[in-house]
């Protein structure tokens, strides 16, 4: 079994950061890629962003690339997402996840087989 703890959430105004950390605990953390996802009221979660095993790959959806960076520390059992440049329509539960597979970096929701409570962010115009 796998455990997620996502924090870091919280109210910013249009234009400022947030990190957000998920501390994975109960499997080989450095063995399998992490993402994140979001999802908003009354719809469907959806991919953020994704990273690889050892960091040499990240994926980014299109609506957050060059605003959202996605990073992990194996040594801390932790994936991170730094989140610049916050919009309005950045507002949404926010969820980390960790792919069901070693080898790949999964970017759908079924690629994913453990899930953390979510975090809500929440940006005020």
């Known amino acids: 079994q796998v455990q997620l703890v996502e924090s870091g959430g919280g109210l910013v105004q249009a234009g400022g950061s947030l990190r957000l950390s998920c501390a994975a605990s109960?499997?080989?953390?450095?063995?399998?890629?992490m993402g994140w996802f979001r999802q908003f009221p009354g719809k469907e979660r959806e991919f953020v962003a994704a990273i690889s095993w050892n960091s040499g790959n990240t994926y980014y959806a299109d609506s957050v690339k060059g605003r959202f960076t996605i990073s992990r520390d194996n040594a801390k059992n932790t994936v991170y997402l730094q989140m610049n440049s916050l919009k309005p329509e950045d507002t949404a539960v926010y969820y980390c996840?960790?792919?069901?597979?070693?080898?790949?970096?999964?970017?759908?929701?079924?690629?994913?087989?453990?899930w953390g409570q979510g975090t809500q962010v929440t940006v005020s115009s």
């Open positions: 109960g499997r080989t953390f450095s063995s399998y890629a």
């Open positions: 996840a960790a792919d069901r597979f070693i080898g790949r970096v999964g970017t759908a929701l079924y690629e994913y087989s453990y």
